[in-house]
């Protein structure tokens, strides 16, 4: 891992047996779910631009690189980290570990956007969003 970043955290989640397909390993939806926790956590820790009316933050892309099976039993770690700043969005990284295999098994990124729901288009980043990551 050897990654550090001010702006980033970690989350550990259980591995439910539920998660497992047919094939007896997790499905590869449950990725997305577990980047989804970090994700939340990560926008709460660092105050993403709270809503505001009827403004907030929207995922754009997702993208899921699968390395290794994982199952039931086993604990993961998700990292996540801002990788890029945008002027209304921001880009994030993130690598899942199994405690089980002592490795990462997959990789990702998201694009989350913030929104002026009520104009449908995006909007800039809030200067309290960016003291928060020290880039102001």
């Known amino acids: 891992m050897g990654r550090t970043n001010r702006a980033e955290i ?8 539920g998660e497992m397909d047919a094939y007896q390993h997790v499905n590869n939806a449950v990725f997305l779910r577990w980047f989804e926790t970090a994700r939340i956590s990560w926008l709460d820790r660092f105050k993403f631009p709270e809503k505001e009316g009827k403004t907030g933050p929207v995922l754009r892309a997702a993208s899921v690189e699968y390395l290794l099976p994982v199952a039931f039993p086993d604990m993961v770690t998700v990292r996540v980290w801002l990788k890029k700043l ?3 969005s921001v880009t994030l990284a993130y690598e899942v570990s199994s405690a089980q ?3 990462v098994i997959a990789k990702g990124n998201t694009v989350v956007v ?3 729901h009520e104009k449908g288009k995006s909007r800039a980043l ?11």
């Open 126 to 136: 809030t200067k309290r969003f960016l003291k928060q990551l020290g880039e102001t």
């Open 10 to 17: 970690e989350v550990e989640i259980q591995v439910a047996w």
């Open 101 to 103: 295999r002592n490795s």
């Open 114 to 116: 913030y929104v002026d």
């Open 86 to 88: 945008g002027n209304t």
